[in-house]
């Protein structure tokens, strides 16, 4: 089982302890701004279930995010195919943390793991991003892990209804790019 590690992170396989925490971010109107509707207990706990066994097919996907000196759960990242229907291929690379995590660096930190996984451990050519046009927050994670934006690349997200949330920002790191590896998977 691949686990990485930061200087204060732990992104490892999910536990039955992680399911309340995760319910409750997707119960948190702010988490889910860009998002889209609340989930319920039952539709987080399926998200989880979706991840692991995508997890286990392919040997990556998305990671509990831990807090190495609490073991406190703070959220997800992590890498995950493209889906099918979007106008662009490849790997993407998301986090998504609770409140009481946002301005301290960990959405950072765990991405610049997942590149450094992708490519180093995956042979990954490229790793691509996306979020809506409004969510400035996760676009700064974004540039700070060197990736680059072509508004050319900006598309219509078509899993998603008609209004603020459709309209969509794609970013792209290179494996050869300045920057494009972090630490090592552990």
Known sequence: MTQLRTDRLLLRRWRASDLEPWAAMNADPHVREHLGELLTREQSDAVVE??????????????????????????????????AEMPFEGVDIGWRLTRSAWGRGYATEAAKACLAFGFETL?????????????????AVMRRIGMTRNPADDFEDPSVPEGPLRRCVLYRIARNAPGSCGPAAG
């Open 50 to 83: 979706l991840m692991q066994t995508r997890f286990d097919e392919r040997g990556f996907g998305w990671w509990a995010l831990e807090l190495r000196e609490t073991g406190a759960f703070v959220g997800r990242a992590g890498l995950d195919r493209v889906d």
């Open 123 to 139: 042979g990954l050519p490229e790793i691509v991003a996306s979020t809506t046009v409004r969510n400035l927050r996760s676009q």
